[in-house]
């Protein structure tokens, strides 16, 4: 008897462990806009990023303010990491699903500035 109930608590973990999962990851695909930084991206960067002491100019996480800021993070690969796929940024906030297409583009596109 006890070995059927730990094989349901097992199943039934395993289950509630999957489907979290399945709902945080957000499918994020290129809507086939071709922004660059200086015209769609900084609008978005700004109103979600820039705020709150978070990655504003002099930060210590970053100076989202200006595309020479941003580009370390971009070159690294951290933004697309941290922004598009794992979604853990903005902290406190998310980004609306037009917005992460958005991006996935300029960075797909190799994240122009003009």
Do not use: R
């Not at 289950?15 to 769609?40: M, P, Q, R, W």
Request: charged content about 10%; some cysteine.
């Amino acid at each position: 008897m006890s070995i059927t109930k730990s094989f349901l608590f097992l199943v039934v973990v395993v289950l509630f462990s999957c489907s979290k999962d399945e709902e945080k990851s957000i499918a994020v695909a290129c809507d086939g806009s071709n922004l660059t930084y200086n015209s769609g991206v900084s609008s978005i960067i700004n109103s979600n990023c820039t705020d709150s002491g978070c990655h504003n100019s002099g930060s210590q996480h970053g100076g989202f303010t200006s595309y020479s800021g941003i580009k370390p993070l971009l070159t690294n690969g951290s933004f697309n990491s941290s922004v598009i796929v794992n979604q853990s940024m903005p902290k406190g906030s998310s980004l609306t699903q037009s917005q992460l297409n958005k991006l996935k583009c300029w960075v797909d596109n190799g994240f122009p500035e003009n």
